[in-house]
């Protein structure tokens, strides 16, 4: 199972827009967002990982389709699903679950998930940013 905390090589950084890239270079860098083929595209030109906070079913096979290196999850169900798909599918994106603390890791391995990554983890991410309909996951795992 993966696991990423603060403490990993991988640094994760949520963006909204591109803007940043003019004075960032740190390529082991993943770059966190919603959905975008914009960003998508320009991650890739610019040579960076990305991983998708997945929204939704078709969210998941067009990020790993793009080539997303992980597929976030904060909706249980969601994940479940992503998981069940990406095992069917040989997806080559890693599937996350995204949780406050490293605890009761099983619960991300029964739903058959690739790991966990704690939101702390990821640079600039605030709850805010992320609709209420998707901030499904208990505060148990």
């Known amino acids: 199972m993966l696991i990423y905390d603060k403490s990993t090589m ?3 950084l949520w963006i909204d827009s591109f803007n940043f890239s003019r ?8 770059l966190c967002f919603f959905y975008d083929t914009k960003l998508i595209h320009n991650s ?4 960076f990982d990305f991983a998708v906070l997945i ?5 998941i096979f067009l990020s790993n389709a793009l080539g997303a290196k992980f597929l976030l999850f904060n909706d249980k169900k969601l994940a479940k699903f992503g998981a069940k798909a990406a095992e ?3 997806f080559d994106s890693k599937t996350l679950l995204l949780v406050k603390k490293i605890k009761n890791l099983h619960k991300a391995y029964k739903i058959g998930l690739d790991g966990v ?4 983890c990821i640079f600039n991410f605030k709850e805010n940013k992320i609709s209420q309909e998707s901030l499904l996951i ?3 795992v």
């Open 10 to 12: 991988l640094e994760f």
């Open 23 to 30: 004075h960032f270079t740190n390529k082991k860098t993943v």
């Open 44 to 47: 890739q030109a610019k040579g």
């Open 55 to 59: 929204q939704n079913t078709d969210d």
């Open 88 to 90: 069917f599918y040989l």
């Open 117 to 120: 990554i704690e939101r702390n």
């Open 138 to 140: 208990s505060q148990s």
